[in-house]
């Protein structure tokens, strides 16, 4: 199975800063990769799919890059309320599979 | 507007069996291409997806969990179910329930989750 690889495994910045985080897949997933927010006590949501694709309802500032093993999720322009665990996951090789995740804390 | 909810115990015992519901509401469970999928994530890990199930009952494993893992649907309660058989403390963790709109599809609409702890 595809294994993916998150790094950093937390980022800490203050509110306006810019957040770039990466996904990194064991072998290509062509744009088969998705991004997802989880806010404590909250149900995940999806952000980005197919690599840069913004689901329903998601703000501007979140965008996402990449294709093949490398792929970024970059919030331009961070809110209090982006304080979250970010997570991939790939749908390119079954069976689907997620990465370890980024945590995101706010200053 | 979907909404997805897990229920079931919070505390399962060794070896015994760990079994959830997922309640959906705000739309129908039989929609001809939705698949409905279950993921986990033990405390401090990713994500690990377990398995999904359509309307009709066809069903898809992770092959890690496949000899322990069912899951069914109830169409006439807008509910799907997960029984993992033989737990171990290594299955503790919040298990969410999921819509995927088509099979091996992105998942699109999650539950809050439920924290089950396997502990004696």
């Known amino acids: 199975e595809i294994v993916l690889t998150q790094v950093p495994a937390t980022l800490s910045l203050s509110p306006g800063e810019r957040a770039t985080l990466s996904c990194r897949a064991s072998q290509s997933v062509n744009n088969h990769l998705a991004w997802y927010q989880q806010r404590p006590g909250q149900a995940p949501r999806l952000l980005i799919y197919?690599?840069?694709n913004r689901a329903t309802g998601i703000p501007a500032r979140f965008s996402g890059s990449g294709s093949g093993t490398d792929f970024t999720l970059t919030i331009s322009s961070l809110e209090p309320e982006d304080s979250a665990v970010y997570s991939c996951q790939q749908r390119s090789n079954w069976p689907p599979t997620f990465g370890g995740g980024t945590k995101v804390e706010i200053k | 507007q979907l909404q997805l909810q897990e229920s079931g115990p919070g505390l399962v015992k060794p070896s015994e069996t760990l079994s959830l519901t997922c309640t959906v509401s705000?739309?129908?469970?039989?929609?001809?291409?939705?698949?409905w999928g279950w993921i986990r994530q033990p405390p401090g890990k990713g994500l690990e997806w377990l398995g999904s199930i359509n309307y009709s009952g066809s069903t898809s494993y992770n092959p890690s969990l496949k000899s322990r893992l069912t899951i069914s649907v109830d169409t006439s309660k807008n509910h799907f179910f997960l029984r993992l058989n033989s737990v171990t403390a290594a299955d503790t963790a919040v298990y969410y329930c999921?819509?995927?709109?088509?099979?091996?599809?992105?998942?699109?609409?999650w539950g809050q989750g439920t924290l089950v702890t396997v502990s004696s």
């Open positions: 999921a819509r995927e709109i088509r099979y091996f599809d992105w998942f699109t609409t």
């Open positions: 197919d690599a840069s």
């Open positions: 705000g739309g129908s469970i039989s929609s001809r291409t939705d698949y």
